[in-house]
Structures are given as structure tokens and as C-alpha cells.
Nanobody, 128 residues
Framework: QVQLVESGGGLVQAGGSLRLSCAAA???????????MEWFRQAPGKEREFVAA????????FYADSVKGRFIISRDNAKNTVYLQMNNLKPEDTAVYYC??????????????????WGKGTLVTVSS
């Protein structure tokens, strides 16, 4: 059983910040460092979209243009945890944010196909 559990969502005013966390666990998950870790989000009535990704070492990161310069993805392999620091939040960032994992051989994926594991999501609401 593999679990990705997100936390840290909530209600924040525009311009504010939130830090999301995603903890990975499960006997079949294996070594956390074997996975590229990514964040996606899904706003009401819209498709799930890519937000950010970190390679297994954390040395390389990749962002959607819409969040570049405002969001930072990081990971702590010793804690089996990936983070998403979200700064200067905008109302259009309102969405359910999902943590996902893909075996590192797949590289960075910017669409949902090919991701191996998903969390259940955490809601971020940004008020204007």
C-alpha cells in the first residue's frame, strides 16, 4: 500500500503564502529517492494541470509558467517529504493541489499520464 498524504492547504488572502507538504509512506513505495516528485492542481471545472516537479536529487526543478518565480518545490529524502512553498498567491491559484510520484527513469512529466502514485489532494483557496 502506497500513500501520499498532502497537508498545509487552507484559506489565504491574495498576496499571502502557504506551504504544502506531502509525506510518502508504504512498504511497496520503496526508496523515496527513486521517484520524481511533482505537484499538480485542479481548479473547479478545469482539468488537472502541472504545477512543479523535482528530480530525485532535488537538484533540478521545473515549473509551470503560471507559478514560476512565486512557487518553490523542494524535497527532503530523509523525511520522505516534498514541499511546495507558494508565495504571492493569486485568486487564480485556487484549486485542489495534488502530490504525485513517478519512477525517476521517466524524468519530468508535465501531464498526469505516466504518474505512478497520487495523493488525495489538499484545498487551497485564495481570496481577493
Amino acid at each position: 500500500q502506497v500513500q501520499l498524504v498532502e497537508s498545509g492547504g487552507g484559506l489565504v488572502q491574495a498576496g499571502g503564502s502557504l506551504r504544502l507538504s506531502c509525506a510518502a509512506a508504504g512498504r511497496t513505495f520503496g526508496t523515496f529517492g527513486s521517484y520524481t516528485m511533482e505537484w499538480f492542481r485542479q481548479a473547479p471545472g478545469k482539468e488537472r494541470e502541472f504545477v512543479a516537479a523535482s528530480t530525485w536529487t532535488g537538484d533540478s526543478t521545473f515549473y509551470a509558467d503560471s507559478v514560476k518565480g512565486r512557487f518553490i518545490i523542494s524535497r527532503d529524502n530523509a523525511k520522505n517529504t516534498v514541499y511546495l512553498q507558494m508565495n504571492n498567491l493569486k485568486p487564480e491559484d485556487t484549486a485542489v493541489y495534488y502530490c504525485s510520484a513517478a519512477t525517476r527513469a521517466k524524468g519530468i512529466l508535465t501531464n498526469t499520464a505516466g504518474m505512478d502514485y497520487w495523493g488525495k489532494g489538499t484545498l487551497v483557496t485564495v481570496s481577493s
